[in-house]
């Protein structure tokens, strides 16, 4: 895990935050520890590789992304899916922007 500070503001600093993913997903999202005290909020969760990321909850300096895949032909359309329990987003670059102390 990576933290980059992007900008300071008089009590908090805007840092951009890297992480692989988890080798073994689990539903409902996997937690991310930011290097922080804590993080006041977190946005513009992405992944490197098609992935559409929600930011699902923060806890203290902790961030839960949840992880969805678009699971249907390209002919098709449909709502995106959460990735199934099990898979391997270890090769798998997410990034997010949080306001830390």
């Given amino acids: 895990m990576a933290t980059e500070v992007i900008a300071k503001f008089n009590d908090a ?4 935050v890297t992480a692989s993913g988890p080798s073994s997903y ?3 999202g996997f937690s991310v520890t930011v290097d ?7 946005f513009a969760a992405q992944s490197d590789s098609g992935y ?3 930011i699902a909850g923060i806890s203290g300096n902790t961030v839960t992304l949840k992880v969805y ?10 709502p995106a899916a959460e990735v199934s ?3 391997d ?12 102390p």
């Fill in 13 to 16: 600093k805007l840092v951009k």
């Fill in 26 to 28: 689990s539903s409902g």
């Fill in 36 to 42: 922080a005290e804590h993080v006041i909020d977190a």
């Fill in 52 to 54: 559409l990321v929600e």
């Fill in 69 to 78: 895949e678009f699971n249907y032909p390209a002919t098709a359309s449909g």
């Fill in 85 to 87: 329990d099990g898979t």
């Fill in 89 to 100: 987003l270890s090769g798998v670059t997410f990034t997010f922007r949080a306001v830390v």
